[in-house]
């Protein structure tokens, strides 16, 4: 069974950094395209940032989080990262990752992604 756990959420004041973990299980994470999102209450769930397989391809992120979070890759440890860097309490959501068999992150690759997983919390606050 195909799974993807994620982990690493909490309560970080503002200007505070985290870094959120996303575990593959059943797969090779690597031949994916995995991508991070985020819901906050009330809100549409929103493309944070996504990165392409091991056959190549950009990495995306978006405008609001861009110079703030970086996405990785560890395929030793089957694991997506996402630091995230000057925490605001904007960023406070839900965070989800996602994979798909795609080679890369299309132009709208937040389109592309479909399902989720429980998601670990992030809020900002002080």
């Known amino acids: 069974q195909l799974q993807l756990v994620e982990s690493g959420g909490g309560l970080v004041q503002p200007g505070g950094s985290l870094r959120l973990s996303c575990v593959a299980s059943?797969?090779?994470?690597?031949?994916?395209?995995i991508g991070w999102f985020r819901q906050a209450p009330g809100k549409e769930r929103e493309g944070v940032s996504c990165?392409?397989?091991?056959?190549?391809?950009?990495?995306k992120t978006a405008d609001s989080v861009k110079g703030r979070f970086t996405i990785s890759r560890d395929n030793a440890k089957n694991t997506v990262y996402l630091q995230m860097n000057s925490l605001k309490p904007e960023d406070t959501a839900v965070y989800y990752c996602s994979a798909i068999s795609y080679t890369s992150c299309s132009t709208h690759w937040f389109v592309d992604f479909y399902s989720w997983g429980q998601g670990t919390q992030v809020t900002v606050s002080s």
């Open positions: 059943g797969f090779i994470l690597d031949s994916y395209t």
């Open positions: 990165i392409s397989s091991n056959r190549g391809g950009p990495t």
